[in-house]
């Protein structure tokens, strides 16, 4: 979660309730800073404790485990999340398509007026590990020792390519199920991640000025365009796909078991 969510109180009831019903709270900083990976590292950690602060006012817990926005993380988180007392990092996408990704994130927003346009993390976290490892103490895609636990995003192996809702969405069910083929059959485990944008139906009239429009000349995600009637059952069958054959837990206690 964003730390910046905590603070409307007309929200504190639905996170208690979240909290309270065994789902885990993580970091998501305090700001949603897109260009997290660079900042420099004071302002960084301003982030990470901002959004420690808030959430341990409203359920009296501090997070555990942290996901950079857009996944653009950096090495240097590593001696900030260690310090901080954080057992796991989320933010390594290890798929191939990352460069056309960073593209796609600079192009859409090259009308911005200052701040950050980039997306996802260092380009060599292409090639780091598909399954949970602890890191090196200086690299997040090198496996090693007295780094952090890190639970990389879930990719379709050998091809690297995205398996996630949001893609589910504009790649259509076919391609979810022989990639969760490959995925089973090589008995590895599963991170499938959801957006808040996915459950958001954005072509109700009171939300239709969020979202570009066609002519607009940028890219336009899926979630945004597809009604949450849609959207629902189509989750809803991924999910009691992957549910026939795997066990659900939290980040946390997945990262527990990494050695």
């Known amino acids: 979660?964003?730390?910046?969510?905590f603070a409307l109180p007309q929200n504190h009831g639905a996170i208690r309730a979240v909290a309270a019903q065994g789902h885990e709270i993580a970091?998501?900083?305090l700001t949603h800073a897109q260009g997290f990976r660079l900042l420099d590292e004071r302002a960084m950690e301003a982030e990470v404790a901002g959004m420690e602060e808030a959430c341990e006012a409203v359920i009296g817990q501090r997070p555990v485990g942290f996901r950079s926005p857009g996944w653009n993380v950096g090495d240097n988180a590593i001696r900030i999340l260690k310090r901080r007392g954080y057992t796991y990092d989320s933010s390594i996408h290890p798929m191939s398509l990352t460069?056309?990704?960073k593209f796609l994130h600079w192009w859409n927003t090259s009308s911005r007026t200052g701040g950050d346009r980039t997306t996802l993390g260092q380009m060599n976290y292409m090639f780091a590990p598909l399954t949970p490892y602890r890191t090196s103490p200086d690299a997040l895609a090198r496996r090693g020792k007295g780094?952090?636990?890190?639970?990389?995003?879930?990719?379709?192996?050998?091809?690297?390519?995205?398996?996630?809702?949001?893609?589910?969405?504009?790649?259509?069910?076919g391609l979810f199920q022989k990639s969760y083929s490959v995925i089973r059959s090589m008995g590895l485990p599963i991170q499938y991640t959801f957006h808040l944008s996915d459950f958001v139906d954005y072509t109700t009239p009171r939300l239709a000025d969020q979202v570009p429009r066609p002519g607009d000349g940028v890219y336009i995600p899926q979630a945004l365009t597809v009604p949450l009637a849609k959207k629902l059952p189509l989750f809803q069958r991924a999910m009691e796909i992957i549910a026939a054959d795997y066990e659900f837990c939290t980040l946390r206690e997945w990262a527990e078991t990494v050695n």
């Open 99 to 101: 460069p056309l990704f």
């Open 147 to 173: 780094g952090i636990v890190e639970l990389p995003l879930t990719v379709v192996p050998f091809v690297r390519a995205p398996f996630w809702a949001t893609f589910l969405l504009a790649s259509g069910f």
């Open 27 to 29: 970091n998501h900083t």
């Open 1 to 5: 979660m964003v730390g910046h969510d």
